[in-house]
């Protein structure tokens, strides 16, 4: 291993628990928040429905980045409050994913055939029963190659997160890079660290929907 | 010269993995002669004309095509592929093409034709099959038979040596059975060489010169069309034709 | 919300967001343009017969799928520094080898959907390989994934923005020079937002030109590769 990694790699793995860390707070919470709004999208609830649209419209078709210095810079500066960048970042990432899982959940609940609810509500469950036993169940499973890719890419995404100042491995090897200047086996380590754990995810992703007997 | 058969395959054997498709298949076809290849699902009559224009390789054997060897290495498959036409049992036209343009496209690739002569040519043979008026159709717009029809009028456009058929009315619903079988025999009264694998016995009794039964890889029985009909000589090719004359 | 709302100070800096406009587009038709034959290539290249090409197709693609764009760009900006490229040139190429993996797992995904009868059908007719490819795998192919390239090329686009990380003067760049200078951040980030929104939606429409593609390609204005 070069000496300027090992030099830093307390700095750097620190970094990279940062990156598990952001990766996981946004899944998790990104998740919720767009299985919420992927059904409210669904379901048609009124008005609730038009603000999900613009929601997910908005997020969908601005840049990442963006959305970044819009929770980092542009939130704080409308409300006035002060907010750190880590706290931003999971911010930002969680609007973000949220928006195009939204979209994901809705594809796959709509893909439900409809033959399906209809039997269910034949045998006297009300709709949201049936939402709840029939149709998410089945949305879900269908859903979760899409769902795994969203994660694998928000991992990489992650490293966006540096532009604000969060030292996660991106951030953490800028950093090692403006004191030490060795770019290329800075750059070449954290490519192949990310390499390695999106790979290993896409991976482990495609042995789990074989096992579950999910069609991609 | 001229009494060399024009497809010559010998003691052929094929594998898919572990399983075993051909089994020592021997096959000598003359030049102007309709032989008809019948037998079970699952006998290897798909993959044996298919090993022939080279679409599947073979483990051991040879298959000489006028004189060429098609499993050597280095030997000119696409020239081969020119000489041979085939037959799909699902028609295989391209989509995104007119009627017109599938049957000149391999002339103006292959043969090197002007864009001018294929189309003549491909007039000529759509009039040959009877679709003189859908040149300009694109092959969705078409019928079953239709398109079968185009095919053959495909196959025929590069002027072929022979012509090999896969099947040809298999996907075919009932009514259109007989406009396709109307152009292979009057291409077979014309003098072409066709090798057919079909599960249409009527149109091999009144047009084959020879049937050839397979089951399981072999090469059963090989008689004169009359003979196989009349006298077969093992117990499973008079099990087939039983059940397959019986409805 | 104490904020104090003044649109004024973005409408004067409509010169830079015009000039960091320009440079978006041109860095996402470059890299459209670079990406897409990387992708028709690399793509082909996953369908071949060779298993060795197949594998290097494979390799290719879950690299540069799985590095983050922003070390792409990192990597052409400063590990490749002696190369002495502009910073256009290296965000173009970061893009490029980015996108171009996507590119090329939806070209494979296109390719195999054109089913095997018609390369057979092709082969029979005694056109090589290559014939068969051009004339008539690949043109089925293209309009079946139609959709699929309108969503990348639509992230295309908003992946340029980290362009701005490397100096390149494109619109987050702008809006981040114009926030600086005008203090006005909430209404220079929702405009540029908008602006990107517009972008990505004309983006999406685009790939209705191509002959045959259907509809469908409305369905996918937001990329998700």
Redesign the interface.
Known sequence: MPDVILKNLPFLLHGLWLTVELSAWSIVLGTLLGLLVGTIRFVRVPVLNVLAAIYV??I???????VL??TY???P????YRTTAYRAAIFGFVLFIAA?LA??FRAGLRAVRPTLIQAGLATGLTRWQVLRHIILPQAIRRVLP?LF??Y??LI??T??A??IGVTEL?GAG?LI?ARDFH??KI??T??IV??VV??AL?LAGRALYAQFGVRT | MTDQPIIAIRDLHKSYGPAKVLRGCSLSIARGEVVVVCGPSGSGKSTLIKCINGLEGYQSGSILVDGIEVGAKGSDLPKLRARIGMVFQHFELYPHMSVLNNIALAQVHVLKRTRAVAHERARELLTRVGLQDKADTIPADLSGGQQQRVAIARALALDPQAILFDEPTSALDPEMIHEVLQVMTELASSGMTMVVVTHEMGFARSVADRIVFMDAGEIVEDSPSEEFFSVPKTPRATEFLSKILAH | MNYHFDWTPIWAARGLIAEGLLLTIALSAASLALSTIIGLIVGGAATAHSRTVRACALFFTETMRNIPLLIHMYIWYMAFSFLRLPAFSCAVLGLSLYSGAYVAEVVRAGIGSVGRGQMQAALATGLTGLQAMRYIIYPQALRIIAPSLASLFSQLIKDSSLASVIAVGELTYQAGAIDGQTFRTFEVYITISLIYLVLVTAASQLVLLIPGSRSEAAAGRFADA
């Open positions: 419209e908005f969908r078709g601005t840049p990442l980045l963006v210095f819009i810079f542009a939130l500066a409308l409300f006035g195009y979209e994901d899409s890719n969203q694998v890419r990489k995404f490293s966006v540096s532009v991106t800028l890079n770019p290329v750059l070449a954290i490519a990310y390499l999106c790979s896409s």
